[in-house]
Structure formats: C-alpha cells, structure tokens
C-alpha cells in the first residue's frame, strides 16, 4: 500500500520487552506515506548494543523512479507524519531519507540515548527535504539532529529546510 495509517496507543503490543529478539527497526517504510496519531512506540532503553536499532525507517528504495499518484501537483514524493506521538528508545528513534519528502511531528516526545533524528539526503541532484517540528519535547544523551549528505560532493545541490515552532531541545 502507498499510504499507511497506524492510530491509538498499540505499545503494549510492540513492547520491545515482549519480543524475543529485537528487529533492525520497530516500523520501516519505504517510498509510501507513513501516518501515526496517539502513538506510543518504545525500543529497548537497557542494551548498549541496541544503539544500531530505531524505532522509525522512513526511505527510498534505490529502484523506485515513478512518483506516487496524488490529487494534487506536488514535488514531494512521500510524508512522515507524526502527531501525538511519543517515542522512546536507546538508538535512533527516526531515520529518515528527506530528498523529496517532508517528515512531520506535531504535538510529540521524542526521548533518546543516542539520536532522535537522523537525516539523509539521497544522491538525488537539486532535491529539497522539509523537515516541521511543531509543539514537541526532545531529549538526547548524544545528537537530537544529525544531517548527512553523500550526494552533494560540497557542492550544495541537495538541502532541507527545518521548520521548528514552540518545540523544546
């Protein structure tokens, strides 16, 4: 499906306590649209090896050219959206690829040992990323937001633009 909507408070279901062992990332997806409303999602907070998990993938996959069908015109390939929503976990809570997509949180708590944002931009020549943090709470024993770009070589092709109001690092 392209468009995947998870909503109410599932944490006792995903409960990393409850899993054997623990899966490489809680949620991924890839080159769809990810939506989650009133949702709890916590990782493990005790293993020191867990630092390479998250909780949130959100990517391309290298294939994939066509853009998806929307009812609008839009550059924009695919949305993050994340609203009331708490994450707590010991590695990266949301990795994100950014080129051509938007990742939002609105009204969330996102709480990390490590990193609560990573952010790629693909290879992709002159693509934008946003980024909107609205009215959330961010805690980080290490990075809140790390930013990398492969692709651009020094020279400025790909960006992202961060939108941040009433949000607290």
């Known amino acids: 499906r392209r468009h995947t909507r998870l909503q109410g408070d599932w944490s006792s279901d995903v409960c990393s306590s409850d899993l054997g062992a623990l899966p490489r ?3 991924s997806a890839f080159d769809s649209d990810l939506v989650l409303r009133n949702c709890r999602l916590q990782g493990s907070l005790n293993d020191p090896g867990n630092q390479r998990r998250g909780l949130v993938q959100f990517r391309r996959l290298e294939t994939s ?3 998806p069908v929307r009812p609008f015109q839009s550059d924009i390939r695919a949305y993050l959206w994340l609203e ?6 010991n590695g990266r809570l949301i990795d994100a690829d950014v080129a051509q997509r938007v990742v939002h949180l609105q009204r969330s708590i996102a709480l990390s040992r490590n990193t609560v944002l990573s952010l790629g931009l693909s290879e992709l020549a002159g ?3 946003i980024v909107d943090l609205s009215q959330c709470t961010f805690s980080s024993g290490e990075t809140y937001v790390s930013v990398e770009n492969p692709g651009s070589g020094g020279t400025g092709q790909s960006r992202v633009r ?4 009433r949000s607290v690092f």
């Open 84 to 89: 009331d929503c708490q994450l707590v976990g």
């Open 25 to 27: 990332w809680l949620i």
């Open 162 to 165: 961060f939108y941040t109001d």
């Open 65 to 67: 050219t066509a853009p």
């Open 127 to 129: 693509s934008e990323g």
